[in-house]
């Protein structure tokens, strides 16, 4: 069976995913070419597992101060004629079926060639009533139009009664371990001086900040580290806590290696802002507006929940795609959660 997969690479989640589905789609024999956008070819990084990828533009998001996006930055960086080009360009008709995690040059491209299609993505979950208030409404539109799919398998922390999988994630491969006081923090869109300023008010606990830097460097008690995913890992399970935005990639390994989490959702993200309603309900996080010594010292006083245990979910989608998705869709991901 050959198989094109399409990533959005403007966030670490949407590779992640990738990372978990590329050995699990090998072990049950299905080829797959992989394509990714949304972010140069230079800034991707730990990409061996996927072979000799591709890399097209794509659509993106531009963030400014504050891990705020910036709609008309946005609009203006975006090529609209090169997406159009790259769409049109993919030949996907030697492919049985093209997957895509929210991946617009795939997806247009199986849509327009009336290719088999689905998607896998936390995006996904969207095209449901979640309990976030207005978001999903909010969302839905937007994402059937920009990654459009026919057959979509989103995920999320609840099936919520709907078609959705659980956190497609890799198992822990490290022992949880939270015996010294560090924190470990994920916040790419903040400056890092600013977040020197807050972390410098708790000299006694370490700061474990990874960022887009080329390497490492400490200022007293914050360390900034250059993007690993094997270092951020083996951080994340030694660390007391995680500090980050609401991407729902790292919110769900926090809750696999049991560690507190303090979310600030990216302003103007739709998405973040659902998972934070989410989070908040099912008491899986703390979340806030914007960082300051009181909230990060609340919460630094927390307990460590228990760890979470998820199915292997790709496990079960790369063994139903082999299959040639033979069993209703549904039928699959109830097993995932019983």
Sequence with gaps: MKVLYGVQATGNGHIARARVMAPALAEVGVDVDYLFSGRPKAELFDMACFGDYTVRRGLTFCMGEGAKVLPLKTLLNNNLVQLYRDVRSLDVSRYDLVISDFEPVTAWSAKLANKASMGVAHQYAFLHALPDGYCSRLIRPGIKLFAPVKQAVGIHWDSFDALIAPPLISPARFTSN?????????????????????????????????????????????????????????????????????????????????????????????????????????????????????????????????????????????????????????????????
């Excluded at 609401?246 to 802002?273: D, I, R, T």
């Excluded at 079960?316 to 097993?335: F, G």
Aim: proline share 5%.
């Design 178 to 338: 939270s015996t010294h006081k560090m924190i470990l923090v994920y916040m790419p869109y903040e400056v890092n001086d600013v977040l020197f300023y807050w972390f410098s008010a708790f000299p006694d606990y370490e700061f474990r900040v990874y960022s887009k830097i080329d390497k490492a460097y400490v200022r007293s008690n914050v360390v900034f580290r250059p993007l690993s995913r094997d270092c951020f890992e083996k951080d994340l399970s030694m660390c007391e806590g995680v500090i980050s935005n609401c991407g729902f990639g790292l919110a769900s390994e926090a809750m696999q290696y049991g560690k507190k989490f303090l979310s600030k959702p990216m302003k103007g993200q739709a998405e973040q802002q659902s998972n934070a309603r989410i989070l908040k309900s099912l008491g899986l996080a703390t979340i806030i507006n914007e960082l300051g010594v009181d909230v990060i010292e609340a919460w630094l006083q927390l307990d460590n929940p228990l760890p979470k245990c998820f199915p292997n979910v790709a496990a079960a989608l790369s063994e139903w795609i082999a299959s040639e998705r033979q069993i209703p869709l549904d039928q699959v991901v109830k097993q995932m959660w019983s």
